[in-house]
């Protein structure tokens, strides 16, 4: 295991729990985003650049983004609901 | 078997493939020749689970909604969704055509470097994301509309069928290779692989943009004006 995986694999652990310390849903999901690029260069240099490929763009763009739109639906639904009582 | 004897089995096939798989296929990129190729019915089922995951999603939105859309963005407190700054805009439009020709450079060289249709198709499908936070919500729906892109995805998802498909029809196993290798190292090598993989693109990347349309239509607010 060479440093700069030993370094990546820290990191991981790091963002991982920091995914889950940080309790406000927004930030929640950039923080996923986060924990997505390490994984990304994790897997690149355990020589997997094309499952890296993969995780940058689901992990780092698609699943945070899709976070973000559920939670924003969610708070102009809740708007919505309530101007109709 | 242990595993120990599990590795050491995994560990002869990883060099099985190293060493044939070059000379066999004409590739250059062992994951891709084992994805499409040695593999090749695997990814097929992998592809259709995104596929049966982008309907269902679909599904279950346009129940609740319908298939209306509006332009119009939904408030949050009697405040509208803030506009995008100009930085944003002139951050997202270069990157937007930059992003594009990556991801067909690592959908068209699958055979060749590391990436393929599914890689590619989900950095294009991200990449219309550039559209919308450069150009607007409007461009971003009119230049994608769902009616167009919903045949496109079950076309690129059926293609990958009918290469298998054509095999059989000729005698061959599912997804025998019909085509000539070429030259290793040449975009057009490797047989049925280039094209399998295009057609993943395709299916992929409209799968997301399909999603994130579906997904952002669901963040405006209903107005019988804008009805499609």
Known sequence: ?85 | MGASGIRTLSRSLCDILNAVGTSERHGTNIVTLVNFDYRGFDTLGEEYILFAAVIGAVLLMRTHRGEKTSARPGKVSEQPVPLRTDAVALGSRPALGLTLIFGMYVVLHAQLTPGGGFQGGAIIGSATLLLYLGFGYRTWRQVMPTAVLDPVEAFGAGAFVVAGLAAMAAGAPFLTNLLPLGKTGSVISAGEIPLINIAVAIAVSTGFAVLFVEYLEETREPDAGDEE
């Open chain 1, 1 to 85: 295991m060479t440093p700069l995986q030993i370094g990546l694999y820290l990191l991981t652990a790091l963002s991982g729990a920091a995914v889950v310390l940080t309790r406000e849903p927004r930030r929640q999901a950039f923080m996923m985003g986060l924990n997505g690029l390490v994984l990304a260069l994790l897997f690149l240099t355990l020589q997997a650049p094309d499952v890296a490929y993969s995780e940058l763009a689901v992990n780092m763009v698609a699943l945070p983004f899709l976070f973000l739109v559920t939670l924003a639906a969610a708070r102009i639904n809740q708007h919505r609901r309530q101007e109709d009582k």
